[in-house]
């Protein structure tokens, strides 16, 4: 009981110029980390989608994926001809797997930020020139999201018509 009766409250002070300046900084790193974040999760999610596709047509087309990277997926992939995979929508998701590379390595912000600058000149060379101003507006996310679910619907497509024909 004397413990109680001797506490005492500390009261808190006035933060210095130098702790306002900190806290500050934190403050802006903490977002920057988290938007970081999302851009990796984002990107890495799109192209595990990305990928299912692609072994989706493998499998129909009935070519092998086991032992193939992402890459030589997308190589023999174009072998198959499909008409729903434009030059343009395989060069989305080749710059789509350049992004995903540049981060599983740990490549310099500035480098990861320079693909996506391609990721999204790549999305709207895909689309028509009316698309180009929603894709200009996009948020990094909803781009990124969008250019590998584009690729991810017409690998799908033509997986389906595909194993539809035999």
């Given at each position: 009981m004397a413990d109680v009766e001797n506490w005492v409250m500390l009261e808190e002070h006035e933060a210095s110029q130098q702790e306002k300046m900190f806290e500050e900084a934190h403050r802006r790193a903490t977002e920057?980390?988290?938007a970081y974040e999302?851009?990796?999760?984002?990107?890495l999610k799109g192209h595990l989608a990305a990928e299912q596709a692609l072994n989706y047509l493998l499998t129909a087309g009935k070519r092998r994926k086991r032992g193939r990277k992402f890459a030589g997926k997308m190589y023999v992939a174009r072998g198959l001809f499909v008409e729903e995979m434009t030059k343009e929508l395989w060069k989305l998701l080749e710059v789509g797997n350049d992004l995903r590379n540049s981060?599983?390595?740990?490549d310099k912000q500035g480098t990861i930020d320079n693909r996506i600058?391609?990721?999204?000149?790549?999305f709207i060379d895909a689309n028509t020139p009316e698309q180009k101003k929603h894709?200009?507006?996009m948020s990094e996310p909803q781009m990124i999201t969008m250019a590998f679910s584009q690729c991810s619907s017409h690998i799908t497509v033509a997986a389906d018509r595909i194993e539809r024909a035999s």
């Open positions: 920057r980390i988290k999302e851009c990796i999760i984002t990107v981060i599983a390595h740990g600058i391609e990721l999204r000149k790549a894709i200009e507006a």
